[in-house]
């Protein structure tokens, strides 16, 4: 049995130093938006999805960005390393091969450094609640007790999510369980965490699924879960681009 421990966040903490970006999906459910550009150039709100991802990074005062690249490459890579926001970009290849999110945490290992790491999906747009949500998260990072924090928001306020969910949480905050078949679990993964580097370790060959490290905290007791304060929106398909932008307009 895995004892539970109270977890008291750092008023103190700060923003991991360095962000990895994950870019480098087909965009396939996003076509045909996708057809001459990557899902993370989609626009959204009047700015490209990685767009809003490099804000808030820089808002929160992340300085480095590794940002993994794969399908229309060269687009993606012009864009970021274009940006004006003092935020230094590094490429992590992945031309030659798709490697999906564990894979390209494995690729990308050593330009990560070993102190925590934020991971955030390009695919999301979110607004803050009360504080800003990044350093929200890292003020409830605790090296000591997790190898992985994920942000999740409620079911009910997934804005357009069209899945059943994604884990279940014990009362403090420790990932329990996944959902279960044939049932809807109560939070659903934002697309953004803080990770350790330790936790990248004893990998298969060729592309496999950031779940194999998660799992593995899960059993550990060292994955935990900070509930998303604001809106969030999974912006996966082109219906869901307007679907957005008139939630955002409403507030």
Do not use: C
């Not at 999805?49 to 060269?74: C, K, P």
């Not at 409620?154 to 357009?160: G, S």
């Not at 936790?199 to 779940?211: A, H, Q």
């Not at 899960?218 to 996966?236: C, K, P, S």
Request: hydrophobic residues 45%; charged residues 20%.
């Amino acid at each position: 049995m895995t004892r539970q421990r109270t977890i008291r966040p750092d008023p103190g903490g700060t923003v991991p130093a360095t962000a990895m970006v994950m870019a480098a999906g087909l965009g396939k459910r996003m076509r045909p938006l996708t057809a001459t550009r990557p899902k993370p150039l989609v626009e959204v709100a009047g700015k490209p999805l990685i767009d809003h991802v490099f804000d808030r990074l820089a808002n929160a005062g992340v300085r480095r960005a590794v940002v993994n690249v794969h399908y229309l490459a060269d687009l993606l890579e012009a864009h970021v390393t274009n940006r004006d926001d003092g935020i230094a970009v590094t490429i992590s290849d992945e031309r030659a091969q798709l490697l999906e999110t564990g894979g390209g945490l494995v690729q990308a290992r050593d330009l990560l450094g070993d102190e925590p790491v934020l991971v955030i999906n390009s695919d999301n747009l979110w607004l803050d609640g009360p504080v800003d949500t990044l350093k929200l998260l890292s003020h409830r990072w605790d090296a000591d007790a997790m190898d992985a924090l994920l942000l999740v928001v409620p079911y009910a306020r997934a804005n357009n999510h069209q899945g059943q969910g994604d884990f279940r949480l014990a009362a403090d905050g420790r990932i329990v369980g996944r959902r279960k078949a044939g049932t809807v679990a109560p939070f659903v993964y934002t697309g953004i965490q803080i990770l350790h580097p330790r936790i990248i370790r004893d990998w298969p060959e060729g592309p496999f699924s950031t779940n194999l490290f998660w799992n593995r905290a899960i059993e550990a007791g060292r994955a935990y879960a900070q509930v998303h304060q604001g809106l969030w929106f999974d912006v996966g398909t082109p219906a869901a681009v307007p679907k957005t932008e008139m939630l955002i307009a409403n507030g």
